[in-house]
């Protein structure tokens, strides 16, 4: 799902580095009858351009968020035909390809993190901006929200969530705090957990880095969406899925999702024999070959017209051969 993106002039989402994308994905759709896998597919920005630009392209869309399927759906009922919309986690890649019929596909496109529908729907309690119910799940369906978490988590457990998750200095100090008020009066709203929040960080750390609820937030909503865990199981299947020639881009927003995305490609692109074997056998040779120089950051002028890509960060695959 796109977790940046701003509303174009007409209302219409566009999604973060779009033009980068598809570059990066056309030279694996030039092969016949292209298969690609949207694993996040959100509104269906990137997903429409792809759509549009490849006449052959058949599509499958996954997301976990029946409100952004349905959005999705209506956006690209003109190619209704090539297009399958699944409601799942990207983790279930594999069964989903199963299900399909498809043992390989040409490309996969991951835009992670929260969507611009669900950060501006207040109601569905990812901001901190205004007061709604504490839930942040982006399947509201099942499964337990944000209040849950913080009214029922201990304090150590509740510590190591907003430390891990969140990279929050004071975890321990704000875990203390929501344990010590909950006790009185349970959270049940975004307005109260972000003022204690506020109040529970030193004065002198609130001058800086943005509001100082953000990072207890990102960690209670990756959390409850288990969207680490999701991404470490998701992208090994996804470059698994790729035929030769293949390729994969993945969008991410914030440090914790870029280092699991930088690490796995990196094994992949990198030889797995000793480094002073004479001749290097052709199982160890690397079977990923990076596209991206490091991590890739939105234009100066993308910037400019959409604060919310600041965080963005790309890099991209390309399968170069079977894995041993």
Same mark, same amino acid.
């Given at each position: 799902?796109?977790?940046?993106?701003?509303?174009?002039?007409?209302?219409?989402?566009?999604?973060?580095?779009?033009?980068?994308?598809?570059?990066?994905?056309?030279?694996?759709?030039?092969?016949?009858?292209?298969?690609?896998?949207?694993?996040?597919?959100?509104?269906?920005?990137?997903?429409?351009?792809?759509?549009?630009?490849?006449?052959?392209?058949?599509?499958?869309?996954?997301?976990?968020?029946?409100?952004?399927?349905?959005?999705?759906?209506?956006?690209?009922?003109?190619?209704?035909?090539?297009?399958?919309?699944?409601? =799942?986690?990207?983790?279930? *890649? &594999? @069964?989903? %390809? /199963?299900? #399909? !019929?498809?043992?390989?596909?040409?490309? $996969? +496109?991951?835009?992670?993190?929260?969507?611009?529908?669900?950060?501006?729907?207040?109601?569905?309690?990812?901001?901190?901006?205004?007061?709604?119910?504490?839930?942040?799940?982006?399947?509201?369906?099942?499964?337990?929200?944000?209040?849950?978490?913080?009214?029922?988590?201990?304090?150590?457990?509740?510590?190591?969530?907003?430390?891990?998750?969140?990279?929050?200095?004071?975890?321990?100090?704000?875990?203390?705090?929501?344990?010590?008020?909950?006790?009185?009066?349970?959270?049940?709203?975004?307005?109260?957990?972000?003022?204690?929040?506020?109040?529970?960080?030193?004065?002198?750390?609130?001058?800086?880095?943005?509001?100082?609820?953000?990072?207890?937030?990102?960690?209670?909503?990756?959390?409850?969406?288990?969207?680490?865990? =999701?991404?470490?199981?998701? *992208? &090994? @299947?996804? %470059? /698994?899925? #790729? !035929?030769?020639?293949?390729?994969?881009? $993945? +969008?991410?927003?914030?440090?914790?999702?870029?280092?699991?995305?930088?690490?796995?490609?990196?094994?992949?692109?990198?030889?797995?024999?000793?480094?002073?074997?004479?001749?290097?056998?052709?199982?160890?040779?690397?079977?990923?070959?990076?596209?991206?120089?490091?991590?890739?950051?939105?234009?100066?002028?993308?910037?400019?017209?959409?604060?919310?890509?600041?965080?963005?960060?790309?890099?991209?695959?390309?399968?170069?051969?079977?894995?041993?």
């Amino acid at each position: 799902m796109s977790a940046t993106g701003r509303q174009a002039r007409a209302g219409e989402h566009v999604p973060v580095m779009l033009e980068r994308c598809l570059a990066l994905l056309a030279p694996a759709l030039a092969a016949p009858a292209p298969v690609v896998v949207d694993a996040t597919v959100g509104l269906g920005g990137h997903s429409e351009a792809l759509l549009a630009r490849h006449s052959e392209l058949r599509l499958v869309g996954l997301d976990r968020d029946p409100e952004a399927l349905r959005s999705c759906g209506a956006r690209l009922a003109s190619y209704a035909s090539r297009v399958s919309l699944v409601h =799942a986690v990207y983790d279930e *890649l &594999p @069964a989903v %390809l /199963a299900e #399909l !019929g498809l043992a390989r596909v040409h490309g $996969v +496109l991951f835009d992670l993190g929260v969507s611009s529908m669900q950060l501006d729907n207040a109601e569905r309690g990812f901001t901190y901006s205004a007061d709604a119910p504490l839930d942040m799940r982006m399947d509201q369906g099942g499964g337990p929200s944000a209040a849950e978490v913080v009214n029922t988590y201990p304090a150590g457990e509740l510590a190591r969530v907003l430390r891990e998750y969140g990279e929050e200095r004071f975890a321990a100090r704000i875990a203390a705090r929501i344990v010590k008020e909950r006790t009185h009066e349970p959270f049940t709203g975004t307005a109260r957990l972000a003022e204690l929040v506020r109040e529970a960080i030193p004065a002198a750390a609130r001058r800086s880095g943005g509001h100082p609820a953000k990072r207890t937030f990102q960690a209670l909503r990756i959390e409850v969406n288990g969207e680490l865990r =999701a991404l470490r199981e998701a *992208l &090994p @299947a996804a %470059l /698994a899925a #790729l !035929g030769v020639g293949g390729r994969v881009v $993945v +969008l991410s927003y914030h440090s914790l999702e870029d280092r699991i995305v930088k690490q796995t490609l990196a094994a992949g692109a990198s030889s797995s024999a000793p480094p002073d074997l004479p001749v290097l056998p052709e199982q160890s040779r690397p079977w990923l070959r990076l596209l991206t120089r490091g991590a890739e950051r939105p234009s100066a002028a993308e910037l400019a017209d959409n604060p919310r890509a600041a965080s963005a960060r790309l890099r991209a695959a390309e399968r170069v051969r079977e894995a041993a």
